[in-house]
């Protein structure tokens, strides 16, 4: 696994995780999931994504779109 399918992963499971915490228990968790959005939508603008950056440092290989 790269750090690319990684952090497809990783953002699918909070945006997942923080529609359930909504659900569940409060909605304030929309919040979690405008941060997420807005971090996605950034990091395609830029090419910078703060979770690929930590993925990398943590030893998983890099990939092509966040090498």
């Known amino acids: 696994m790269n750090v690319d399918v ?3 992963r990783f953002a699918g499971f909070m ?3 923080s529609v359930a915490l909504t659900y569940f ?3 304030y968790f ?3 999931t405008t941060f997420i959005g807005l ?3 950034q990091s395609s603008f830029t090419g910078i994504c703060p979770a690929a950056s930590i993925l990398k ?3 998983v290989k890099s990939g092509c779109a966040f090498g």
Request: hydrophobic residues 70%.
């Open 30 to 32: 929309l919040l979690l």
């Open 57 to 59: 440092r943590l030893g």
């Open 6 to 8: 990684a952090v497809l």
């Open 15 to 17: 945006v997942l995780l």
């Open 25 to 27: 228990v409060s909605p």
């Open 39 to 41: 971090n996605m939508l």
